[in-house]
């Protein structure tokens, strides 16, 4: 399948006009995903969803005392305002929201992101330097073109070696890798 956008600055609308959230979402997959990277929630006190589409993902997490989703999607920041009005979602870029925030959360989700991306390391090592104490989990499809992943891991190694992740494994019931960052090789 050829890749139709070539730039983030094109998915806004291919987001804004379309319902797609990834179905992974869900409390068990959550917990899951946390405990098979050995992530334990009594010690996350806040959480920033980045790229958190319509919110779906603030439902299934132990209540905390924070949570943010950032989203650029406009309607779906606007859907899950209306559907979660007690969590804080904002509609921003990404890599602007990292530049000028001052949070510094416990926990980063970025489920189904980084695919997203024209230069996923760039966001993470963004992150690395304005939130370096935080853990930073995601998802990515592995060999799963479709018009709006800019980026296409067929391999593990091309994970490894695009990404760096300090921890990865592959989620056998979904066939989608699962990524820990807390520390940055360079």
Same mark, same amino acid.
């Given at each position: ?15 804004? *006009? =379309? ?12 917990? *899951?995903?946390? +405990?098979? !990277?050995?992530?334990?929630?009594? &010690?996350? *006190?806040?959480? !920033?969803?980045?790229? /958190?589409?319509?919110?779906?993902? /603030?439902?299934? #997490?132990? %209540?905390?005392? =924070? ?7 406009? %309607?779906?920041?606007?859907?899950? %305002? %209306? ?17 000028t925030t001052d949070m510094k959360p416990d926990l980063i989700v970025c489920v189904e992101v980084l ?8 966001? !993470? ?9 935080? #853990? #930073?989990?995601? =998802? ?9 992943? $800019?980026?296409?891991?067929? =391999? ?6 695009? !990404? +760096?992740? &300090?921890?990865?494994?592959? &989620?056998? $019931? +979904?066939?989608?890798?699962? /990524? ?5 090789? *360079?």
């Amino acid at each position: 399948m050829d890749i139709k956008y070539k730039k983030e600055k094109d998915l806004q609308s291919h987001y804004d *006009n =379309t319902q797609y959230y990834s179905p992974l979402i869900g409390k068990p997959y959550f917990q *899951n995903l946390c +405990n098979s !990277l050995k992530i334990s929630m009594q &010690d996350i *006190n806040s959480i !920033l969803d980045l790229g /958190c589409g319509d919110g779906r993902l /603030c439902q299934h #997490i132990p %209540k905390l005392s =924070t949570y943010t989703g950032v989203d650029y999607s406009v %309607k779906r920041i606007e859907l899950a %305002k %209306k559907t979660y009005p007690s969590y804080k979602f904002i509609a921003e870029d990404l890599h602007i929201f990292i530049d000028t925030t001052d949070m510094k959360p416990d926990l980063i989700v970025c489920v189904e992101v980084l695919e997203h991306l024209e230069v996923p390391k760039k966001l !993470l090592d963004i992150i690395k330097d304005r939130m370096p104490n935080s #853990i #930073i989990i995601g =998802t990515v499809p592995i060999n799963m073109p479709y018009i709006a992943h $800019l980026q296409v891991w067929e =391999t593990e190694e091309q994970l490894k070696q695009h !990404l +760096n992740p &300090d921890y990865i494994k592959i &989620d056998p $019931l +979904n066939k989608h890798w699962m /990524c820990k960052w807390n520390k940055y090789e *360079n």
